[in-house]
Nanobody
Framework: QVQLVESGGGLVQAGGSLRLSCTAS????????IGWYRQAPGKERELVAF???????DYAGSVKGRFTMSRDNLKNTHYLQMNSLKPDDTAMYYC???????????????WGQGTQVTVSP
């Protein structure tokens, strides 16, 4: 069974940095998509950044130039480096992956449990 485990959230002052991690565990063949999403209280969940299976990376306009995705394939871990954080970045952050299992062909969607990021003024 595949699970995504997130870590790295916390409280930081405006202008500070945090690095979120998302590790996929279990037996699978490939990861076809990795996305980071966030949801602030009273708002809809929004896509922050993603890497497609073909390697295309893109970021929401509000975080472009401040957030960077990276990965460690050996550890099946993906990171979201967040710099120059702003109070508007305060939200619960979730990672999501499309993963092809060893027993299947089509990818399945998985979500992490979420990690809270709070940026104080």
């Amino acid at each position: 069974q595949v699970q995504l485990v997130e870590s790295g959230g916390g409280l930081v002052q405006a202008g500070g940095s945090l690095r979120l991690s998302c590790t996929a565990s279990g037996s699978f063949k490939s990861i076809e998509y990795i996305g980071w999403y966030r949801q602030a209280p009273g708002k809809e969940r929004e896509l922050v950044a993603f890497i497609s299976g073909g390697g295309t990376t893109d970021y929401a306009g509000s975080v472009k130039g401040r957030f960077t995705m990276s990965r460690d394939n050996l550890k099946n871990t993906h990171y979201l480096q967040m710099n120059s954080l702003k109070p508007d970045d305060t939200a619960m952050y979730y990672c999501s992956m499309l993963i092809v299992l060893t027993t299947g062909l089509a990818p399945n969607s998985y979500w992490g449990q979420g990690t809270q990021v709070t940026v104080s003024p």
